[in-house]
């Protein structure tokens, strides 16, 4: 076995396109299959143009995993997993928001992330546990049925099936990149190395920084690494591309704010992340927004007002199908809730314009932090540049 097939065996295997999940129809699996095909050939392209690694390939797995990851092999080879359940979850939970599509509610409930909730208040409805759970608390045969029985509740319009496919590229692409950013910035060797303290100090960093720096910086890569997919796979197909681009980018606002309500639906205490490898997920997401805007001023800075009118849009519509769906799992659409039960399924705080001054200032200070360690990072990449 080469050094991909025997990760991809240690995560449950390769995926028999012949015998799929029944969430994931047949076109969902293109899509996806499709979509990691552009990256690989892109992050290929990055890594050797760059010098910094050999090779990379991703691989889907029959894992029920929600995450995926990054496998370093000698002679900087890479390999990304994509588990089955990441796909399929995303399909599903893309499915259940575009079915509050234009019949929004527009009731809304918020927490505020200086409650401190107790873990034992929060409560996923039984339905919803397939998609919001911990992997770790159901086996492979229980996820696949109760995901699909999810699944088979949703009725979105039917012209939202190519929205559903974009969506999932777009998160894809996104989840991808972060784990890319993890190689192409050496990232673990960074984690691997002996720096201490005293030479972390001209960055104003500490060795007990490095884990959330470089989740900080794979997520701001992220962003900027979709956003150059999307101009150049939008200006590759699409002769008005200027309408697809400002699209992509709405849906481009409502998948970040999907994606880091899927990750961390039981949002804890804001100031609980500060000793944990990453940083709250409404900083992470506002931060996402951040740098979509710096990005986008580098790339079309004659669309800034338009593009980033379009990303709020897409971050709204997403915040009110979330708030939607928390009212139907209130109603017991997806299971009966226990009695006391306070918080479920996604602990929903708005961000953006309604941001508290504490807010803003925990995303000012995840921000520095990261520019402090790109900073280190542009410094290691110069002194292994000058030694070639």
């Given at each position: 076995?080469?050094?991909?097939?025997?990760?991809?065996?240690m995560?449950?295997?390769?995926?028999?396109?012949?015998v799929?999940?029944?969430?994931?129809?047949?076109?969902?699996f293109?899509?996806a299959?499709g979509?990691?095909?552009?990256?690989?050939r892109?992050f290929?392209?990055?890594?050797?143009?760059?010098?910094?690694?050999t090779?990379?390939?991703?691989?889907?797995?029959?894992?029920?995993?929600?995450?995926?990851s990054?496998?370093?092999?000698a002679?900087?080879?890479?390999?990304?997993?994509?588990p089955?359940g990441v796909?399929?979850?995303?399909?599903?939970?893309?499915?259940?928001?575009?079915e509050y599509?234009?019949?929004?509610?527009?009731v809304?409930i918020?927490?505020?992330p200086?409650?401190k909730?107790?873990?034992?208040n929060w409560?996923?409805?039984s339905?919803?546990?397939?998609?919001?759970?911990?992997?770790?608390?159901?086996d492979?045969?229980k996820?696949?049925?109760?995901?699909a029985e999810l699944?088979a509740?949703?009725?979105?319009?039917?012209?939202?099936?190519?929205?559903?496919l974009?969506?999932?590229?777009?998160?894809?692409?996104?989840?991808?990149?972060?784990?890319?950013?993890?190689?192409?910035?050496?990232?673990l060797?960074?984690?691997?190395?002996?720096?201490?303290?005293?030479s972390?100090?001209?960055?104003?960093?500490?060795?007990k920084?490095?884990?959330?720096?470089?989740?900080?910086?794979?997520d701001?890569?992220a962003?900027?690494?979709?956003?150059?997919i999307?101009?150049?796979?939008?200006?590759g197909?699409?002769?008005?591309?200027?309408?697809s681009?400002?699209?992509?980018?709405?849906?481009?606002?409502?998948m970040?704010?999907?994606l880091y309500?899927?990750?961390?639906?039981?949002?804890?205490?804001?100031?609980?992340?500060?000793?944990?490898?990453?940083?709250?997920?409404?900083?992470?997401?506002?931060?996402s927004?951040?740098?979509i805007?710096k990005?986008?001023?580098?790339?079309?800075?004659?669309?800034l007002d338009?593009?980033?009118?379009?990303v709020?849009?897409?971050?709204?519509?997403?915040?009110?199908?979330?708030?939607?769906?928390n009212?139907?799992?209130?109603?017991?659409?997806?299971?009966?809730?226990?009695?006391?039960?306070?918080?479920?399924?996604?602990?929903?705080?708005m961000g953006?314009?309604?941001?508290a001054?504490?807010?803003?200032?925990?995303i000012?200070?995840?921000?520095?932090?990261?520019?402090?360690?790109?900073?280190?990072?542009?410094?290691?990449a110069d002194?292994?540049?000058g030694?070639?």
């Amino acid at each position: 076995m080469n050094p991909h097939e025997l990760t991809t065996s240690m995560y449950g295997g390769p995926v028999d396109s012949a015998v799929l999940p029944a969430t994931i129809p047949d076109d969902s699996f293109k899509e996806a299959q499709g979509s990691i095909l552009f990256v690989e050939r892109f992050f290929n392209h990055l890594l050797k143009s760059t010098k910094r690694g050999t090779e990379v390939k991703i691989c889907i797995t029959r894992s029920t995993s929600m995450a995926c990851s990054l496998h370093q092999h000698a002679g900087e080879v890479f390999t990304i997993i994509v588990p089955l359940g990441v796909i399929a979850r995303l399909r599903v939970l893309t499915r259940m928001l575009l079915e509050y599509w234009d019949q929004e509610k527009k009731v809304v409930i918020l927490n505020s992330p200086l409650d401190k909730i107790a873990p034992d208040n929060w409560h996923i409805p039984s339905r919803m546990i397939p998609l919001f759970g911990q992997n770790m608390d159901q086996d492979d045969e229980k996820f696949w049925t109760g995901l699909a029985e999810l699944d088979a509740m949703l009725s979105p319009a039917p012209e939202s099936a190519q929205d559903v496919l974009e969506l999932q590229h777009l998160a894809l692409v996104h989840l991808i990149a972060h784990e890319f950013t993890h190689a192409w910035e050496r990232h673990l060797s960074i984690l691997k190395s002996n720096m201490s303290d005293v030479s972390l100090a001209p960055y104003d960093l500490h060795r007990k920084d490095l884990e959330k720096c470089i989740e900080l910086h794979a997520d701001i890569m992220a962003v900027e690494l979709s956003t150059r997919i999307l101009e150049l796979q939008v200006h590759g197909a699409d002769s008005d591309a200027d309408v697809s681009l400002v699209r992509g980018f709405l849906r481009m606002g409502y998948m970040v704010t999907m994606l880091y309500s899927l990750y961390d639906p039981e949002r804890k205490y804001l100031y609980a992340y500060d000793k944990d490898r990453y940083t709250h997920p409404l900083v992470r997401r506002e931060m996402s927004i951040d740098f979509i805007r710096k990005i986008v001023s580098l790339l079309f800075p004659d669309m800034l007002d338009h593009v980033m009118e379009n990303v709020k849009h897409g971050w709204m519509r997403c915040l009110w199908a979330i708030n939607d769906m928390n009212l139907d799992a209130m109603s017991g659409k997806f299971g009966k809730i226990e009695s006391g039960k306070l918080y479920f399924p996604i602990g929903l705080a708005m961000g953006g314009d309604a941001s508290a001054s504490y807010i803003a200032q925990e995303i000012n200070t995840a921000t520095n932090l990261v520019l402090r360690f790109v900073n280190l990072v542009k410094d290691l990449a110069d002194e292994e540049y000058g030694k070639q």
